[in-house]
């Protein structure tokens, strides 16, 4: 059995991961995806195993001593990281990885050797920044100064679209699900 592909998608917070990837995952449930750990509180409605691992700082640094994360960075003065067994378990069984990862991590992905140079990296990107901006406002999950942070963070992000394979832009939640779904699938064939 050929290994599974390994898609990363990325984009500057708000742009709207979370929503484009449920879409994903209940459209084509053949597509295993990673759940990230994260130092995080939990938002309004989020589970805990299926939106993110959430653990405390400490434990969060045990994982990185122990070489267990994939990838891992630090966002808005919080850690997310990536679980490296379950991504390598599923596609040595060959099947296809969605990470919806943070842009730094996405380029420690690139740089695992024997895994980087096969994933493709998938840039989620806003119509403009004016729209980011009032979407990480609109949505009132966070206090003004985390939101001044990620506003900060997603400039810096938006500047690394050239280090992806593909660009979605979000312009319309259908349209980049179905450009995303076109692109998993269509590289099976």
């Known amino acids: 059995m050929p290994p599974g592909r390994l898609f990363v998608l990325s984009g500057p917070s708000g742009v709207g991961k979370s929503t484009v990837l449920a879409r994903i995952r209940a459209r084509y449930p053949e597509l295993w995806y990673s759940v ?3 130092t995080r509180r939990p938002r ?3 589970v805990p195993g299926v939106n993110y691992h959430f653990v405390t700082v400490e434990e969060f640094q045990a994982l990185i001593a122990a070489g267990q994360l994939l990838e891992h960075a630090v966002f808005a003065g919080n850690h997310y990281g990536t679980p490296a067994q379950p991504v390598r378990d599923q596609l040595d069984a060959g099947r ?14 690139r740089a695992v050797p024997g895994l980087g140079d096969r994933a493709r990296l998938v840039f989620l990107a806003p119509p403009s920044f004016e729209v980011l901006a009032a979407r990480l406002t609109g949505r009132g999950t966070e206090d003004p100064s985390t939101v001044e942070a990620r506003l900060a963070a997603a400039r810096a992000e938006l500047a690394a679209e050239p280090e992806f394979d593909h660009v979605v832009v979000n ?6 699900v179905e450009s995303l779904i076109r692109l998993v699938a ?3 064939r």
């Open 44 to 46: 309004p409605g989020e």
């Open 96 to 109: 296809d990885v969605l990470l919806e990862i943070e842009v730094q991590g996405a380029r420690q992905v």
């Open 186 to 188: 269509g590289s099976r």
């Open 36 to 38: 990230s750990a994260t």
């Open 171 to 176: 312009t319309d939640v259908e349209q980049a």
